[in-house]
């Protein structure tokens, strides 16, 4: 179950995360707790894997504002990372980009479940 705490712990900056919900804790942890059934990394993955990286770039920008706006620490400086290499049509191997990234996606699952 997400609580402010395991949030913290998760990295998150929690204080300014509910600063953007208005100080609504309830609301914060729901937001926070639809991130790890989010299907934008499922189809990040699969763009990235299909070599769209234009797809790739606009799915990646669009997690970027969600975990940014959610403050979602250690997702968003990866997801960001990513979105800036995209952004440029690099053409390279990101296979172990979105294994961080999924891999925090699991990991704050885990913490939700």
Do not use: W
């Amino acid at each position: 179950m997400l609580t402010v705490q395991n949030l913290k712990e998760f990295g998150a900056n929690v204080e300014e995360g509910l600063q953007r919900c208005y100080g609504n804790e309830a609301l914060y942890i729901r937001l926070c707790g639809t991130i790890p059934t989010e299907k934008k990394f499922d189809e990040l993955a699969a763009a990235i894997e299909a070599k769209d990286l234009d797809t790739a770039f606009d799915t990646a920008h669009a997690l970027k504002g969600v975990l940014g706006n959610l403050c979602l620490s250690p997702m968003y400086e990866k997801v960001v990372d990513i979105t800036e290499y995209l952004r440029a049509r690099t053409d390279m191997d990101y296979s172990k980009k979105i294994a961080d990234i999924l891999a925090d996606r699991d990991r704050l699952r885990n913490i939700a479940e």
